[in-house]
């Protein structure tokens, strides 16, 4: 198993903890995956993210057992004819980032490593301080001052080690990497780290599995940095190369409307996503000005004949307050999907009579 650069194509082993080429270009990941046998795990008695073994970058007698708190295996629940919810807040840290971060956590327990670092708008870092004190690794975890109480709290409370960086979400980030450089210690990155998606992958084998072995015709998709679309991407990919869809559902991507830089690309037909000014919005987990994946972002909806649309702070707040009254709380992030489904169907009428999934990314708690 490699670490690949996107660029040049040079190789890396896990083992050498690098989270960039010394090209500048970004890993993905390599390594033999096998086919899913749904038959197998559609009755298997692992109700977690880890009975699809087959195709995550670990093996079945391995370090996940002491890692797993029965992350995954979330409920697809249907909110509308043709609409479906998959409750990602049913994680133990309450949002989807816990599917990465067992994953990587996981590997990086295997690979010995006792101390990481990741910066986050506040849910992954949850989800790595958490997976973290469970495996016995320190974390070291950088969030911007702005980011709310909840999510620090929720990370400190798991042993780790909160940095507050004030300025932009770039700034995190660059506080993160210069410890990184710095103290040569493992980068437990959602963005930069290609096992973060093996994790968040699992999302769509689970729909898969739910709808008895076929793929919805659309995915509404939240995206910031990519954590959920890429992985999502991945996981079509594979099914396709399996023979087990024989064509990729649609990616109905969702940005924020005061920090939309991959829908601007997106509209501009470039390869390339420029960084747009954070104009400020309550949709704080996804309000990431300068995507590293951008381009890995845009070829995915794009292969996918998919869409972007933003959501602005007040058609979220309408959404998160009309999924409450029908039960179902989350946070004010998470409420740009259900708002999307309405866009969505206003700009392609055709999509009432097709099957559509949105994810319920995190719990209502986490927000003020
Ligand atoms: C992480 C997250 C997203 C997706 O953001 P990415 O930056 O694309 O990973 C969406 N909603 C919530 C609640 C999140 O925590
Ligand atoms: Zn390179």
């Known amino acids: 198993m490699n670490y690949i650069c996107v660029e040049c194509k040079s190789t890396f082993p896990l083992e050498s903890h690098k989270w960039k080429c010394d090209c500048g270009g970004l890993l993905n990941l390599e390594f033999d995956k096998k086919p899913v046998d749904f038959s197998k795990t559609s009755i298997s008695k692992n109700h977690s993210l880890w009975k699809y073994i087959d195709t995550l970058p ?37 949002s989807f980032k816990d599917r990465g971060a067992a994953v990587l956590i996981a590997m990086a327990k295997k690979l010995g490593i006792d101390r990481v670092v990741a910066d986050s708008s506040g849910n992954a870092g949850s989800a790595i301080a958490a997976f973290g004190a469970r495996a016995g690794i320190q974390c070291d975890i950088f969030v911007a001052d702005s980011t709310s109480d909840k999510k620090i709290k929720q990370i400190e409370a798991h042993g780790a080690v909160i940095h507050k ?75 396709l190369d399996n023979g087990q869809i024989d064509k990729m559902p649609k990616i109905l991507a969702v940005q924020a409307t005061a920090c939309a830089p991959i829908q601007k690309a997106f509209l501009e037909g470039e390869n390339l996503v420029s960084p747009v000014e954070n104009n400020g919005t309550l949709a704080e987990g996804i309000a990431i000005a300068a995507p590293a994946r951008g381009s890995e972002i845009l070829k995915a909806v794009r292969e996918t004949n998919g869409d972007i649309i933003t959501i602005t702070d007040e058609e979220t707040m309408q959404a998160r307050k009309e999924l409450a009254l029908k039960g179902f709380y989350v946070e004010i992030t998470s409420a740009v999907n259900y708002a999307a489904y309405s866009k969505y169907v206003a700009k392609y009428p055709e999509l009432i009579d097709q099957k559509v999934v949105l994810p319920l990314c995190g719990a209502g708690i986490k927000s003020n």
């Not at 300025?167 to 410890?179: K, S």
């Not at 990155?189 to 096992?195: C, V």
């Not at 973060?196 to 072995?213: A, C, L, N, P, S």
């Open 165 to 239: 960086i004030p300025g932009t979400r770039e700034d995190v980030a660059n506080a993160a990497i210069a410890m990184v450089e710095d103290t040569q210690v493992f980068y437990a990155s959602h963005i930069f780290n290609p096992l973060f998606w093996e994790g968040t992958k699992t999302y769509v084998y689970e729909i898969y599995e739910q709808m008895d072995g076929k793929l919805p015709e659309a995915f509404i998709i939240p995206v910031g940095n990519g954590t959920l679309l890429i992985g999502a991407y991945i996981a079509f990919k594979e099914l």
């Open 58 to 94: 670990l093996e079945e007698a391995d370090v996940w057992q002491e890692v797993t708190m029965g992350e995954g295996d979330t409920p697809l629940i249907k909110l509308a004819e043709n609409l479906y919810a998959k409750a990602e807040y049913y994680m133990p840290t309450l």
